[in-house]
Nanobody, 125 residues
Framework: QVQLVESGGGLVQPGGSLRLSCAASGRTFSSYAMGWFRQAPGKEREFVAA????????YYADSVKGRFTISRDNAKNTMYLQMNSLKAEDTAVYYC??????????????????WGQGTQVTVSS
């Protein structure tokens, strides 16, 4: 089992940047594929990005490709989401998630088993 805590959200102007972090408990962080999801008001939760256990493979939603970068540091039990060129439509609660399934399954399969509590990202002038 793994517990996840997000941080780094906040208010940023359009075109700005933020870096989200997801800290995981336990000694088996490297056993989990990790992902970021988001949910905007009145909308369904959607996939943002995923990363494999080793960090070699990454996956992105088309809406964030080229602007967001997912990474992880297994020595620090932490995953990151660097968000650049932010747009108003990126406003949402961002959740990190973990699963023992491959990262490709995090993208297209059943919802991951473990979730953080979420961090608000607001893009507004």
């Amino acid at each position: 089992q793994v517990q996840l805590v997000e941080s780094g959200g906040g208010l940023v102007q359009p075109g700005g940047s933020l870096r989200l972090s997801c800290a995981a408990s336990g000694r088996t962080f490297s056993s989990y594929a990790m992902g970021w999801f988001r949910q905007a008001p009145g909308k369904e939760r959607e996939f943002v990005a995923a990363i494999s256990r080793t960090g070699i493979s990454t996956y992105y939603a088309d809406s964030v490709k080229g602007r967001f970068t997912i990474s992880r540091d297994n020595a620090k039990n932490t995953m990151y989401l660097q968000m650049n060129s932010l747009k108003a439509e990126d406003t949402a609660v961002y959740y990190c998630a973990a699963d023992r399934a491959p990262a490709s399954t995090v993208v297209t399969g059943a919802p991951p088993a473990y979730w953080g509590q979420g961090t608000q990202v607001t893009v507004s002038s």
